[in-house]
């Protein structure tokens, strides 16, 4: 592309490419540093992104789409994801395309032209290897395919570009390679297997953190500054946290596809698919199950100012304010009893919702407020009855 003088030229040069025979605007984009492996280096491990794009910044993905075009490659729009590799000519003609905004380039609002510049200056400086760099795109929600979209979806949920449990994640284990992880740097199995003997030999065998499909969230994420993480295992990438949340150490973790929408204190399991609501403490080794263990496939949410007691499980959705007390599981199937005087009192938090019988199955309670879960130590019978207490955090900690 000929260099850009003004905005006015770049608008027109937007329209004139967007107006071409079956151009398609990308749900999400952005480019990409990919690790490819030590032994098969068409084998792609891990897919970074300073700049992720979801449903927005479209003119910046037009641009990157005609300055492939130029490099005689064709973007299939038809395809649910494309990946390309980026080289000096790419991000030339972007940059020439980028010149209007290039003394805004590193603001918030133009990242991606940081993005360009950035790695333009440093392909200059360093050059780079074939395929080290890619520009990815996802023009359809379908299941993940490649490694370099599959990271694209994990980071717009770590990043929040999308919500919980709103993306289609099928085939990410199977797109994803499990490869051991040192320092952040993901090697290949095989790799090791390979040259185990002249590598323990020479003192030079790595430090393996652990195997895994996935890689930690501080890996790729910065967190809010009112975050804390106290243990860089026990948070998942393509785990979502609401500023102010805190992650203790010990029992604690927090699955990919999962997490928390307010300020919530964590000392216990959030399971794939879990998300817990603001204001709630999961304790410490509580659990919440995810769709693959025990809940019939129907994904769990803890509403807002919920407590779940240390070592108790959560396998049914809790509205807000409920109580499940310590070392208690609350599955769909569990039998719970209410007693009628607490039906009133109950009703006032849910609505038009009647209750009737004494007896419930836990999937007949699912989504109420302001439950409290109890079991007589007696008699072993699990009760329900209105919590007559607000949970909420201690500010001063988060």
């Not at 770590?158 to 994803?176: E, M, P, Q, T, Y």
């Not at 794939?272 to 693959?292: K, N, R, T, W």
């Not at 959560?314 to 070392?327: Q, T």
Request: charged letters at 20%; a negative charge.
């Amino acid at each position: 592309m000929q260099t850009i003088e003004t905005t006015d030229a770049f608008k027109a040069l937007i329209e004139t490419i967007k107006s071409k025979p079956g151009y398609k605007d990308p749900v999400g984009f952005g480019i990409c540093r990919v690790d490819l492996g030590q032994l098969n280096s068409d084998k792609v491990l891990q897919a970074s992104y300073p700049v992720l794009n979801w449903d927005e910044n479209f003119g910046s993905a037009a641009i990157f789409i005609e300055a492939l075009a130029e490099q005689g490659v064709k973007v299939d729009f038809s395809a649910d994801e494309v990946v390309c590799n980026v080289n000096l000519d790419f991000l030339t003609s972007c940059l020439n395309a980028f010149t209007p905004y290039s003394d805004e380039a590193y603001g918030d609002a133009h990242k991606n032209i940081q993005a360009v510049s950035a790695l333009y200056n440093q392909v200059k400086e360093n050059g780079m290897r074939d395929g080290e760099f890619r520009v990815v795109f996802i023009f359809e929600d379908a299941a993940c395919q490649s490694v370099e979209a599959t990271y694209l979806k994990l980071y717009a949920l770590s990043l929040a570009k999308v919500a919980l449990r709103s993306i289609n994640l099928n085939g990410a284990f199977g797109a994803l390679p499990n490869v051991a992880w040192s320092g952040g740097t993901p090697i290949e199995l095989e790799w090791l297997r390979a040259f185990e003997i002249e590598l323990k030999f020479a003192n030079e065998y790595p430090h393996v953190d652990f195997v895994d499909k996935f890689p930690r969230l501080l890996q790729h994420i910065i967190p809010a500054d009112n975050t804390r993480i106290l243990e860089t295992s026990k948070v998942r990438f393509g785990a979502q946290l609401h500023a102010g949340t805190t992650v203790m150490p010990g029992a604690s973790y927090i699955n990919f596809n999962a997490g928390t929408t307010g300020v919530s204190m964590v000392e216990g399991r959030i399971s794939s698919s879990a998300i817990v609501g603001d204001g709630s403490d999961v304790g410490g080794g509580a659990s919440i199950l995810g769709v693959l263990s025990g809940t019939d496939g129907n994904p769990i949410s803890v509403g807002k100012n919920c407590l779940l007691g240390a070592n108790s499980v959560c396998g049914i959705p809790l509205g807000d304010g409920c109580i499940i007390d310590a070392g208690l599981a609350i599955l769909e199937g569990t039998k719970i009893s209410i007693d009628p005087s607490q039906f009133a009192r109950l009703q006032e938090v849910n609505g038009d919702h009647n209750f009737y019988g004494e007896t419930f199955k836990g999937k007949e309670l699912a989504g109420l407020n302001g439950l409290h879960f109890r079991q007589n130590s007696q008699t072993g019978e699990v009760t329900a009855s209105r919590s007559t207490r607000e949970i909420k955090l201690n500010t001063d900690l988060h």
